[in-house]
């Protein structure tokens, strides 16, 4: 018989929201890193960006924050969070320039985050986003927050299904740390 009562659903696995901007990029690669244990190869770039990231996270109070959403099976460290009168505001930073091309990406790991603070603290009424020289800020919209949740479906259905995409040589791939595997697989 069915209960009224909400059902409080358990998940096999955690997903990082660092896993949403990957699956954005190859949606092959959540599965090289969650079920097979893959792990990117590190460039001196990315050394670089991580120092940044510190800093920046070492200057702010609210900052860092571990967050784990039960109800999403999601987790991630939050870089920096606002309370403001009207609610919180998630702030993300990012140690590159403002590129058109990843901003899609960083905008719905953004929320992912912001799906976490509003599970654990309450209201998130904006993301915003702190590029070197650049900071834009996007309310946190029904429509953002269903479409990352529909990610993290997605994301969730290829590695616990297995259902992984085809390998398809594309552009991106030139640029890809995990491309030594993938060829592999
Ligand atoms: S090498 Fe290409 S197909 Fe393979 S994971 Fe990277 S981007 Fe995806």
């Not at 009562?5 to 092959?28: A, H, N, Q, T, W």
């Not at 085809?166 to 592999?184: D, L, N, P, V």
């Amino acid at each position: 018989m069915w209960s009224l009562k909400k059902m409080k659903r358990s998940y096999s696995f955690e997903i990082p929201v660092g896993m949403i901007k990957y699956y954005l990029f190859c949606p092959r690669i959540p599965y090289f890193v969650l079920v097979m244990g893959v792990k990117e190869k590190v460039t001196d770039c990315m050394i670089e960006g991580l120092k940044e990231h510190e800093k920046f996270c070492r200057s702010k109070e609210m900052a860092n924050v571990y967050l784990k959403s039960e109800k999403l099976g999601i987790c991630g460290y939050v870089d920096a969070i606002v309370k403001t009168s009207n609610g919180y505001k998630v702030v993300e930073f990012k140690s590159v320039e403002f590129n058109k091309r990843t901003l899609k990406s960083h905008l719905y790991q953004a929320v992912a985050y912001a799906l976490l603070v509003e599970e654990n603290f309450g209201r998130v009424i904006s993301v915003v986003l702190k590029y070197r020289y650049r900071t834009l800020e996007f309310p946190l919209t029904v429509g953002l927050k269903r479409y990352v949740k529909h990610i993290i479906n997605k994301i969730r259905e290829i590695c616990e299904i297995g259902l992984v995409p085809e390998y398809k040589e594309s552009r991106r791939c030139r640029g890809c740390g995990f491309a030594w595997i993938c060829r592999q697989a």
